[in-house]
């Protein structure tokens, strides 16, 4: 593979809805760099197809599907990729979108089962995979979690995403709980929280088209965007950044 200006060679990370999208961007990048990949995602197809272009590519990376708010599911999958791969100490949380995008609705509508789905999905999942890898991560003295959050989590909007808002927002919390307690160990966490992506949305193309219209950069975020960022965090070189959430989103944030 082409070399990367930061370098993670020797380590392992799990990036978790990496089957398409910003995630697939973030696998992609940290193969690229020299890291083993674990490419989670729901569906098995789309998980296979990214390692398919990391081996391609000269990387080395296998698939994990599974279901992130399933925890006998993350047990057994992450313990078997790390027979295959080794310790993970790189993680990645991404997945955060349910299977059809969620229904967007306004919380004063909004049926308790689909909320629920959003803290499951984009707040307890993480902490239930921090949990995994963590302790072995402070037993290596050294590990880096990146939580994919969303501009949503600091910004109102009447799209109808106030509960992923809200799961977003407590996973910045956690982000900045776990940088305090865990810095000690050589371990940093921190979030990125995106901005408009490419290829979403599509089904409301006004719509997108006005939030476009209103991002400084004059276009929404792409694969790399994150792909990069993340790697950077990930090397030594991005080391001293602790219990951060930045921000990429082209300089505003979806809604404004």
């Given at each position: 593979?082409?070399?990367?200006?930061?370098?993670?060679?020797?380590?392992?990370?799990l990036?978790?809805?990496?089957?398409?999208?910003?995630?697939?961007?973030?696998?992609?990048?940290?193969?690229?760099?020299?890291?083993?990949?674990?490419?989670?995602?729901?569906?098995?197809?789309?998980?296979?197809?990214?390692?398919?272009?990391?081996?391609?590519?000269?990387?080395?990376?296998?698939?994990?599907?599974?279901?992130?708010?399933?925890?006998?599911?993350?047990?057994?999958?992450?313990?078997?990729?790390?027979?295959?791969?080794?310790?993970?100490?790189?993680?990645?949380?991404?997945?955060?979108?349910?299977?059809?995008?969620?229904?967007?609705?306004?919380?004063?509508?909004?049926?308790?089962?689909?909320?629920?789905?959003?803290?499951?999905?984009?707040?307890?999942?993480?902490?239930?995979?921090?949990?995994?890898?963590?302790?072995r991560?402070?037993?290596?003295?050294?590990?880096?979690?990146?939580?994919?959050?969303?501009?949503?989590?600091?910004?109102?909007?009447?799209?109808?995403?106030?509960?992923?808002?809200?799961?977003?927002?407590?996973?910045?919390?956690?982000?900045?709980?776990?940088?305090?307690?865990?810095?000690?160990?050589?371990?940093?966490?921190?979030?990125?929280?995106?901005?408009?992506?490419?290829?979403?949305?599509?089904?409301?193309?006004?719509?997108i088209?006005?939030a476009?219209?209103?991002?400084?950069?004059?276009?929404?975020?792409?694969?790399?965007?994150?792909?990069?960022?993340?790697v950077?965090?990930?090397?030594?070189?991005?080391?001293?950044?602790?219990?951060?959430?930045?921000?990429?989103?082209?300089?505003?944030?979806?809604?404004?």
């Amino acid at each position: 593979m082409s070399e990367s200006l930061f370098s993670v060679a020797g380590h392992v990370a799990l990036v978790t809805g990496a089957g398409k999208g910003a995630g697939a961007g973030i696998a992609k990048y940290l193969a690229r760099a020299g890291a083993a990949v674990i490419v989670n995602d729901l569906f098995a197809e789309r998980a296979e197809e990214v390692v398919e272009e990391i081996t391609a590519a000269g990387g080395t990376a296998v698939a994990a599907a599974f279901d992130v708010t399933d925890a006998e599911q993350v047990a057994e999958q992450v313990a078997d990729a790390e027979e295959k791969l080794g310790t993970i100490d790189i993680l990645v949380n991404n997945a955060g979108v349910p299977p059809g995008g969620g229904r967007p609705n306004q919380f004063v509508n909004m049926p308790e089962e689909d909320w629920q789905l959003q803290l499951n999905l984009n707040l307890i999942a993480f902490m239930r995979l921090v949990q995994v890898v963590l302790p072995r991560m402070i037993e290596a003295g050294w590990g880096r979690i990146i939580q994919i959050s969303s501009g949503s989590a600091t910004k109102g909007d009447k799209i109808g995403v106030a509960a992923y808002a809200a799961a977003k927002s407590g996973s910045e919390g956690l982000v900045r709980h776990l940088a305090v307690e865990n810095g000690q160990y050589g371990i940093t966490v921190n979030s990125l929280a995106l901005g408009l992506q490419e290829g979403v949305g599509r089904a409301d193309e006004p719509m997108i088209a006005k939030a476009i219209a209103a991002i400084p950069t004059g276009r929404p975020g792409r694969p790399a965007d994150t792909g990069a960022a993340v790697v950077w965090l990930c090397a030594e070189d991005g080391g001293q950044v602790n219990g951060q959430v930045i921000h990429i989103n082209g300089g505003s944030h979806f809604g404004r």
